[in-house]
């Protein structure tokens, strides 16, 4: 006979195993396939997406998951199974909370409201994009009503992305981190500025493949498992934890946005590359949220990446392929170089310093706009009105300005995660520093296994067994908190800057 | 009210979708996927392939194709959703009379058996291999009695491939395109040979690279619809008529190679492209038999490829890449190069004239296998005996004999498909030739449309509407006979060299 937990796991693999065979029509879209056959390709997703969405909403199921809770309720609470059995019922609540209509209208008002977007940020023309982002905004108002809340309707939004993490949480952690940022980034404005001419110049393509090829390899990305290719936007996708693969996009004129880039996403894969094997094909063999996911692409392109000691490590690598720029760079020069700090318009363009403003002003727009207290046609002018007292620029249209990303075609409540990542990334790399004394020093040396074995212990090999706040307060013994990042910019960009 | 086509034509296209989604899974395995990959992916595969299995044989269907037979029954003969219901009911009887009991060890002897073979081959230890083959001759046999057949169970394999083909019908053809074919041989191995030196050379990856693509555009492979990635063995698959890509194989020391199987599976492709659009998603939309398929490969190979206007026209784009070896190189130099007639091991490697003897050498053996006239362990003396008897040479090992082609790891009754292919070709080019009297020197200025517009017409649109043999009479007036094969054959090589 089996048991109802083994059913479980057998609906489960199916289902992601659909999922991977979706994300490999995904990856194929944006990497080799050719350019006529959009349609069809469209139509295989939605294909293989309405068997996920079946499979996912089937009553049989919630029968299922009853019988689980029951089969395990004589297990202690830590146990696999418990957890398992808790995840697989908040996937299949939230799956059947939301009725099929108002899903069937998000769909097609995102795609819809995607071409629109297109247009009006091509022409920056926000009258065009108005009427659409005030249908978003309807939408995950009743997208919210229908998941449910306790204090606030952008809780319920923002727990797709962040289980457990809440409005009030992320405002306090914003309250404190918005005010340090400011002040460092006037304080840098007025100190001397870094040199990094030697980062543009000509870099051909062939050269850039090999060296971030290296760079990725050396930070502990399989290759035996992965894949790096080239596509418009980078991006990181998993077929399974054995088949995990990014692309990158280079620039022939720029080195930097390759190499970071391809950390980025290998900090991302590594992740996955490194979920809990015990676990495949279950509901917990999946990151633990995306703010976590960041956590790690953040941290291999930030603290690690853009760190000194691999900065010492790489250079001579930098130097291999492109002696005439990089052949007199010294590591304090190449270090100071990459992480420069400059208040800019472009949030996916942004430094370390910078970018969690520009989260926190979306953060703080998209609540207002979720609460009725900004008009949509009040946007424009609310935009650049944070972006003047948080950076001290303005844009010059709103192609710059509040047409700038995809985001609110579709779902509000994305955005924090990007600035979660960033203050999970700093919160570990304090305690690692405590925890593996002589880090700096071996990645000097070109060995970032500690740092890795290091993550897979406390974050991947844990999957979606916890909560990300969970995750967080047993790695860092420690509840998230806003200190980690303040000090970390504060300490590293006080110190480039002789502030 | 869903009439019941409509309900036939819904249930295609998920199915249909499905299959494109399952060949999108294997392209990326043989192209890009990385190593680590391989288990997960086979699962990949199987779940989709289960999912179409189940759809295929579920008994709704079998009352939908009785509906829709009823539906129709007003119809013309000719009409397409009579076509469409009869070709339905022949993959559904096909589908349901072979108990699922049988394909799945069918299934599980072909992956243990392709293993065991790899090993066979490797040593070249033909005993490794007997007990499987043996086995894979009694699964055959129980499917042949499975699927069911009026004079003989070839009749029934054979089916799958070559709807409507008898081994009655295969033997007439084969013996008299025998005699014919070993005579041209010994002739030619009399005659003075012809220089093909210029083939063997250097020639850099990237170059063939451009130059196939440049041959490929050149026939009229759509690579809007199209790509061509780089595999071990050459191959074109199909997502959609959208998206039909092909793959080569390059030898940086010879030339031929690469060009000539992009040719041929560019003439795969182009078939796939031009599949009738207003019957896409249908079971009508697709090539009317291997063995029809194959004779659009050949004829773009070899009747065109190998062809001497083909020959004149491309020189130029060789001494273009690689002035060393084609700069004074004339067109004829380069026709009677790349038609060098040669006795060889390897079916796979073999030209023009030999290539159908190797065919019907296997289809000889295995219906004596089939038949219980030859036992497996006299395979090897048979193939040795037929080799020497037809091509005037014997294997030095069984990997060179009868252990080179993975086919007889599975099913019986593919290789036929193969000369089928050769001889439609020929009969359709020859009728093409009487039809385009200016065929020749548009293809000498480059211009291939005239010919692919013809298959298009004649074969490509009409999809699997007609019996593959309906087909050839329809586009040619004829039923399809040795005679052009022949005479082709003759008429090129007596040429050539002199006979």
Chains 1, 2 share one sequence.
Not at 84 to 97: H, Q
Not at 261 to 278: D, F, I, K, V
Not at 400 to 416: N, R
Not at 441 to 462: F, M, Q, T, Y
Request: proline share 5%; with cysteine.
């Amino acid at each position: 006979m089996t048991s109802a937990m083994q059913q479980l796991k057998a609906y489960q693999k199916k289902v992601i195993r659909l999922g991977e065979i979706s994300s490999v029509l995904g990856w194929d879209q944006l990497t080799y396939m050719p350019p006529g056959a959009a349609a069809d390709r469209a139509d295989q997703e939605t294909t293989i997406q309405m068997l996920i969405h079946e499979l996912s909403v089937s009553p049989a199921v919630g029968k299922l998951l009853a019988a689980c809770e029951t089969e395990v309720s004589g297990l202690e609470p830590d146990a696999d199974d418990v957890a398992l059995v808790r995840v697989s019922k908040r996937d299949y609540d939230l799956a059947t909370k939301v009725p099929a209509a108002l899903i069937e209208e998000l769909v097609s008002h995102s795609s819809m409201a995607y071409e629109v977007w297109v247009q009006a940020r091509q022409r920056s023309d926000f009258s065009l994009f108005a009427p659409v982002l005030r249908k978003t905004i309807v939408l995950n108002q009743r997208l919210a009503e229908c998941i449910g809340y306790q204090d606030h309707p952008y809780d319920a939004l923002l727990n797709e992305h962040e289980p457990g993490m809440s409005t009030a949480r992320l405002r306090q952690l914003f309250a404190e981190l918005r005010p340090a940022l400011i002040t460092l980034v006037a304080d840098i404005a007025n100190a001397t500025q870094v040199d990094a001419s030697f980062m543009h110049g000509d870099f051909p393509l062939a050269s850039q493949q090999e060296l971030t090829l290296e760079a990725v390899r050396a930070v502990g990305y399989d290759l035996n498992h992965g894949r790096q290719d080239k596509t418009v936007h980078p991006f990181c996708t998993s077929f399974s934890r054995n088949d995990v693969r990014i692309t990158t996009r280079y620039d022939e004129h720029m080195l930097g946005g390759a190499l970071y880039a391809s950390l980025h996403e290998a900090g991302h894969a590594m992740y996955e590359q490194g979920l809990p094997s015990e676990l495949e094909l279950t509901a917990l063999c999946r990151a633990a949220s995306s703010g976590v996911h960041e956590s790690q692409s953040r941290m291999w392109e930030n603290m690690v990446g853009r760190g000194g000691p691999f900065c010492t490590y790489f250079l001579p690598r930098l130097a291999h392929y492109f002696p005439g720029s990089f052949g007199s760079v010294t590591p304090e020069q190449l270090y100071r170089a990459v992480n420069k700090v400059e208040p800019s318009l472009i949030r996916v363009e942004a430094d370390e310093v910078t970018y969690n403003l520009h989260i926190i002003l979306r953060f703080e727009l998209e609540i207002a706009m979720l609460e009725g207290r900004l008009d949509v046609d009040d946007l424009p002018d609310a935009w650049d009105a944070a972006m003047q007292e948080m950076l001290g620029i303005t844009p010059p249209t709103d192609s710059e300005g509040c047409l700038q990303d995809v985001h609110w075609s579709g779902g509000f409540g994305s955005f924090p995660a990007y600035s979660i990542g960033n203050l999970i990334a700093a919160q570990l790399w304090n305690k690692v520093q405590t925890e593996l004394p002589n880090l700096s020093a071996s990645i000097e040396n070109g060995d970032c296994s500690p740092l890795l074995n290091w993550l897979r212990e406390k974050v991947h090999s844990k999957g979606a067994k916890l909560f990300p706040m969970d995750l967080v307060l047993h790695a860092t013994a420690e509840p998230l908190n806003s200190r980690y990042l303040i000090d970390y910019l504060n300490g590293k960009y006080r110190d480039i800057y002789g502030l």
